[in-house]
């Protein structure tokens, strides 16, 4: 604290009764507080010395340093300000008690309580037999103002005696008042704040329903005039309600009760219309939701359709390795939402359908042509669906075919073992597979197009025998008929695929272990096969490399712990051996 009028600090410090150690004219050390004496180092004034009252102002902007303080009985001298400051203890919640330790042996109760009293009230010392004590004061702020004394060397009077002399060492004491008191202010704030959230709560709650009136005729004949009001009609309906249960009806009353109820019929025709409002504008929700997301998924389409001209090998060479990771992860997650926006719109459509077909079942014969025409055309739509999905999986296969090429490619370049002449025949193999799977899709491709052409001249033709015959039992059996033609393309379809994909696991797996001569175990192998298919079972991979002996044999490496099993490909063995 800087002061620039020397007769109000002068007038200040005469107040409190202290003045500044030093002769007058000295210069003073900044930081002089005239409320805290001990903490800028200033002693009791002297009346009988004169002139102390005129003491030139402290400098400006001087770092505080801790001063010599006299006392009556006592002197306390600073610790050398090139040492560290004193360490203490965590300070205790609530506390108003310090420890004083370091005391001077000659040190009597009188004298500690001259000393800390300058810091505040003073409400107990317990002195100990040895060198130190317990001082418990009136407020926390003033054990700040005592641990400020920490450090201090203090002297009794002027004697040079070890036993008059010590180094004070001040620090927070834990003591069972202290926290009994912190405690109690603790649940006092806290009832203080229960008590304020409950005021803030009953001043929010909303207010409570009116009580419900007695039953008279004049409350009754108001209660109708409600019942016809709509913006009324709620709260007048829980009043007759009431009436009705208390057994207000009675020979008198039942025909004042009837025409109330014959007013609550009324409102029946309001709220079926306002039904109806609402279910037609949930239609239009639904079909406003339905067109959103068929042009979300052709934009879905969109996407995938520019990742999958990425992966080919016009355009994938040209891209790094990481690039090429990251758009592989993009195509994958891409796809994976197209499935699902694909499977809900699907759903929504299954809904659709059923409704329409649980409406029309209960109709004439005529609306039953209809549902057998929407069947068909259903099925068409399948068909039409099932050879999208053949031509994308056709696109799958061409990229893999790709990626394929490319490890042929890598392989001529590291492998050193084995001869190129083997390499190349082994590769060819796989490719001529690949191809013939190809060849393959491609004709079942042809043969689902022929299939929904025949589907569409089946369509016409059971239109035609429809119009004619106008009979249901020629429906249900042309129906039945093609159920079962669809099922039997179904389980065509599902064994084709299978034999599909064991030859393109076969073609995976085979280069896979050609590339690791000395063969590798069934969780790397499926920790492999799982980034190009992540629904692949290593079970699944087992049984199939047990299947096919003369192509993979499995043999045991290590010894003891460190035995295990391995896949290796055998071949190339059947070839040496020709």
């Known amino acids: 604290m800087s002061v620039?009028?020397?007769?109000?600090?002068?007038?200040?410090?005469?107040?409190?009764?202290?003045?500044?150690?030093?002769?007058?004219?000295?210069?003073?050390?900044?930081?002089?507080?005239?409320g805290l004496n001990i903490m800028t180092g200033i002693t009791p004034i002297n009346p009988m010395i004169p002139g102390l009252g005129l003491v030139p102002p402290p400098p400006t902007e001087v770092a505080v340093v801790k001063e010599i303080i006299?006392?009556?009985?006592?002197?306390?001298?600073?610790?050398?300000?090139?040492?560290?400051?004193?360490?203490?203890?965590?300070?205790?919640?609530?506390?108003?008690t310090v420890f004083v330790g370091g005391l001077p042996e000659n040190a009597t109760e009188e004298i500690i309580q001259e000393v800390f009293e300058q810091c505040g009230d003073i409400t107990a010392i317990r002195k100990s037999k040895k060198n130190f004590c317990h001082i418990r004061f009136a407020e926390e702020f003033m054990v700040d103002k005592a641990i400020y004394l920490s450090g201090y060397r203090m002297r009794l009077g002027s004697s040079t005696d070890k036993k008059d002399s010590g180094r004070l060492h001040v620090d927070f004491a834990q003591a069972r008042d202290d926290f009994y008191e912190w405690e109690c202010k603790q649940r006092m704030r806290a009832r203080e704040e229960r008590h304020r959230r409950k005021l803030e709560e009953d001043r929010l709650r909303p207010p409570s329903p009116p009580p419900i009136m007695h039953y008279s005729e004049h409350e009754a004949a108001l209660l109708a005039e409600k019942l016809k009001d709509d913006s009324k009609f709620s709260e007048a309906i829980t009043v007759l309600l009431s009436w009705i249960e208390r057994g207000e009806v009675n020979r008198r009353s039942a025909n004042q009760f009837y025409s109330?109820?014959?007013?609550?019929?009324?409102?029946?025709?309001?709220?079926?219309?306002?039904?109806?409002?609402?279910?037609?504008?949930?239609?239009?929700?639904?079909?406003?939701?339905?067109?959103?997301?068929?042009?979300?998924?052709?934009?879905?389409?969109?996407?995938?359709?520019?990742?999958?001209?990425?992966?080919?090998?016009k355009a994938w060479d040209h891209f790094s390795k990481a690039q090429r990771k990251n758009i592989d992860i993009w195509r994958k997650h891409s796809e994976e939402l197209r499935n699902a926006q694909s499977e809900q719109l699907m759903g929504i459509r299954r809904e659709e359908e059923m409704e329409m077909s649980d409406d029309e079942n209960c109709d004439s014969p005529t609306k039953k042509m209809r549902v057998d025409e929407s069947a068909l055309a259903a099925q068409a739509y399948a068909l039409k669906e099932e050879n999208d999905s053949l031509r994308w999986q056709l696109d799958a296969y061409r990229n893999e075919v790709e990626l394929l090429k490319q490890e042929k490619e890598q392989l001529f370049r590291t492998e050193e073992n084995l001869t190129k002449d083997?390499?190349?025949?082994?590769?060819?193999?796989?490719?001529?597979?690949?191809?013939?799977?190809?060849?393959?899709?491609?004709?079942?491709?042809?043969?689902?197009?022929?299939?929904?052409?025949?589907?569409?001249?089946?369509?016409?033709?059971?239109?035609?025998?429809?119009?004619?015959?106008?009979?249901?039992?020629?429906?249900?059996?042309?129906?039945?008929?093609?159920?079962?033609?669809?099922?039997?393309?179904?389980?065509?379809?599902?064994?084709?695929?299978?034999?599909?994909?064991?030859?393109?696991?076969?073609?995976?797996?085979?280069?896979?272990?050609?590339?690791?001569?000395?063969?590798?175990?069934?969780?790397?192998?499926?920790?492999?096969?799982?980034?190009?298919?992540?629904?692949?079972?290593?079970?699944?991979?087992?049984?199939?490399?047990?299947?096919?002996?003369?192509?993979?044999?499995?043999?045991?490496?290590?010894?003891?712990?460190?035995?295990?099993?391995?896949?290796?490909?055998?071949?190339?063995?059947?070839?040496?051996?020709?």
């Open 422 to 578: 083997q390499q190349v025949q082994f590769l060819q193999q796989t490719m001529q597979g690949m191809q013939q799977q190809l060849l393959t899709i491609q004709e079942e491709l042809n043969n689902k197009k022929s299939e929904l052409e025949q589907a569409k001249e089946e369509q016409s033709h059971t239109q035609a025998l429809l119009k004619v015959l106008q009979e249901q039992e020629i429906n249900v059996l042309t129906v039945a008929l093609v159920n079962q033609d669809r099922e039997n393309n179904i389980e065509k379809r599902s064994q084709g695929l299978k034999s599909e994909k064991e030859a393109l696991l076969i073609g995976i797996i085979s280069t896979f272990l050609h590339v690791h001569p000395f063969g590798a175990n069934i969780e790397y192998l499926w920790s492999y096969m799982q980034q190009l298919d992540s629904k692949i079972s290593a079970n699944e991979i087992e049984m199939l490399l047990m299947r096919l002996p003369r192509m993979f044999k499995q043999e045991f490496t290590g010894v003891g712990a460190t035995l295990e099993k391995r896949w290796k490909l055998c071949a190339f063995e059947g070839i040496k051996t020709t």
């Open 70 to 96: 006299h006392c009556k009985s006592c002197t306390l001298f600073p610790q050398n300000p090139n040492l560290p400051p004193p360490s203490t203890r965590e300070r205790p919640p609530g506390c108003k």
């Open 4 to 34: 620039t009028d020397p007769t109000a600090w002068a007038t200040a410090m005469n107040n409190l009764g202290m003045v500044p150690v030093g002769l007058p004219g000295q210069q003073l050390v900044s930081g002089f507080d005239p």
């Open 260 to 313: 109330m109820v014959q007013s609550a019929n009324s409102h029946v025709r309001r709220l079926m219309n306002e039904k109806a409002t609402h279910e037609q504008e949930m239609e239009e929700a639904k079909e406003n939701f339905k067109n959103a997301l068929t042009g979300i998924l052709t934009q879905f389409e969109q996407i995938v359709a520019v990742f999958n001209a990425s992966t080919r090998q």
